[in-house]
Every structure is written in C-alpha cells, then in structure tokens.
Nanobody, 126 residues
Framework: QVQLVESGGGLVQAGGSLRLSCAAS????????MGWFRQAPGKEREFVAA????????LYTDSVKGRFTISRDNAKNTMSLQMNSLKPEDTAIYYC???????????????????WGQGTQVTVSS
C-alpha cells in the first residue's frame, strides 16, 4: 500500500525557515514527478513546487520563487521542501503528492497527482 508521510511543519515567525520532508513507502517513485501543494483556510488547494524524477527539472509557483527549494533523494524515496523567508501568506497545510504517470514532464494540475499525503501544518506569524 502506497503511503506518503509529510513532516517538518510547525509555527515560525515571518522571515524564518522550515524544511518539510515527504517519505514514500509501498513502492518506488523514482520514475515519477513529485510535488508539493498547499491549502490555506478558506482557499482551494494550490500548486507550490514540483521536481522531475531525476531532479534535473523543477517548477515553482511565482509566489515562492527564490524562497523555496524542492529536492528529492530517490535512493531514500524522499522529497524535501526548504522554505526560507517565510511570510504569513505561506500559512497553509502542505501536502506532498506524486504524479501517477511515469515521466519527466511536470504537471501542476491537482488531478495529475494520484498519491497524496495527509498534510503538515505550516503557520507563519507576523
């Protein structure tokens, strides 16, 4: 059974940093794009960042460019999101997800991602 487990969320002041991790089990995803999404209270879930299977391609939503860095370790079946210069508007539940289609093309639409974690709360205070 496939399972994605996020960790690393918490409460941080504006300008601070957090590192989120996602551990996958049940199968290897070294051929799949992996991504991070977030959902703020009262808002729809949105794309944050994604990384190709090799790590050679990454994509970020405009609001996090230059502040967030996505990475993955295929040997450990894990993915991370380093978040720096956090802002109150980054407050949300962050979800890791895996694109069910094998390949290196990064897709940002939620329906493209077949596997999801339960989420980890990130709260940024002003």
């Amino acid at each position: 059974q496939v399972q994605l487990v996020e960790s690393g969320g918490g409460l941080v002041q504006a300008g601070g940093s957090l590192r989120l991790s996602c551990a996958a089990s049940g199968r290897s995803f070294f051929n799949n794009v992996m991504g991070w999404f977030r959902q703020a209270p009262g808002k729809e879930r949105e794309f944050v960042a994604a990384i190709s299977w090799s790590g050679g391609s990454t994509l970020y939503t405009d609001s996090v460019k230059g502040r967030f860095t996505i990475s993955r370790d295929n040997a450990k079946n894990t993915m991370s999101l380093q978040m720096n210069s956090l802002k109150p508007e980054d407050t949300a539940i962050y979800y890791c997800a895996v694109d069910g289609r094998r390949g290196s093309t990064i897709r940002i639409g939620i329906p493209a991602y077949d596997y999801w974690g339960q989420g980890t709360q990130v709260t940024v205070s002003s």
